[in-house]
């Protein structure tokens, strides 16, 4: 046996396993609130064992017209909440829009294979799967798993039914391969676009910082999703989807159809406070140009990547105004940068008492209906923030720039 193989496995920091046991005693009591929910009929079935009508239901009715050769339907409210009502087999109040490009389209017809509940929990286990590969790939196998699971917003993904986890795994994956895999990065990108308001930052960012084949593989995955679905489902839906964003943001964003508290933005925000939309667009286009600005400073700097891909991942959760709770999972991405660079460095108050806040704002949103999932992001930002400027006085990074001056 060789000396290397001899020595022990090097021991995790205490903050990492006092992480993991957070993460895990979270998990274990929203399993428990869900397990209440489901025997009060307020999860997946009702008092009637009939399906319960979420955020999952415009999936497998927009994937059930697309099955009957009519997927440009799916951009229809009205047949589409009528598909809807059929997918549950019963009336209800809400209505729950289909707003995504056609390319989605290919997972909704292949979940609408499966019977309603059976799709639903594929759905949830399956992008809850990859959410959780995402993490453990940034922050390690065992604490990344834990803190996937434990991260506050999965909870409120979970009961809406929603793709937080998708969305996070795709941004996770965007970040943490990019510097080992940045073709495999340029994918998750690519596919980001199934939602594409989270994407808005990366492309500047990344031509700031020159991440030419990341960029390549993710417009050539972007062109050839859209390229497919319109091969396969024809120009209408595409003409539908192109038709139904002014519709979509006059009733969202103009007439506040879907509750501003509900709007995790600085948009949602100012709405709900009583100003007008103007002043809405306003805050949050000067919002986004100051942060779009601030991440390029960042990632030409000599700032560590963990602290730029954490930067990233929380900014494109504010540069939206179009961003709601389940959304929040992605704040899992920016956490677990920072917690991989705060391990090797050791945990301050600050973040231990930053991160304790944002995660109770989040696990309150029920029962405080505004903007606290902003108020999360926010911290977190700040926690980034104060971590990168640091990084920037410390000796090493002086070293960098002065190195590359020379």
Known sequence: MSAHAELPAAPKPPAARVVALIGLTLALCYLVVLGGAYLHGDFLTDAQGQPVANDFVNVWAAGQLTLDDDPAAAYDWPLHKAAEQRAVGH???????WHYPPAFLFVAAGLATLPYLAAAIVWLVATLAVYVAALAGILGARTGIFLALGFPAALWNVTAGQNGFLTAALIGGTLGLMERRPALAGICLGLLTYKPQFGLLFPIVLI????????????????????????????????????????????????????????????????????????AWLVQATGMLALAAGLVWLWRSRVTFELKAAALAAGALIATPYVYMY??????????????????????SIENAGLAAAGGLILIYPYVKTQVGLGAVLIVGALVARRAFADLRSPVARTGRTAART
């Open 91 to 97: 009336d209800f109040a809400n209505y729950y829009g």
């Open 208 to 279: 700031a910082d020159r991440r030419w084949l990341t960029i390549a593989v993710a417009a050539l995955v972007a062109a050839g999703l859209a390229a497919s679905s319109w091969l396969a489902f024809g120009g209408g839906p595409w003409q539908a989807f192109v038709d139904g964003l002014p519709v979509t943001s006059r009733v969202v964003l103009g007439e506040g159809a879907a509750d501003w508290a509900r709007l995790q933005s600085p948009f949602g925000l100012v709405r709900a406070l009583g100003a007008g939309e103007t002043a």
């Open 327 to 348: 959304d929040l999972v992605a704040l899992a991405v920016a956490v677990a940068f920072l917690l991989r660079y705060a391990f090797a460095r050791g945990m301050s």
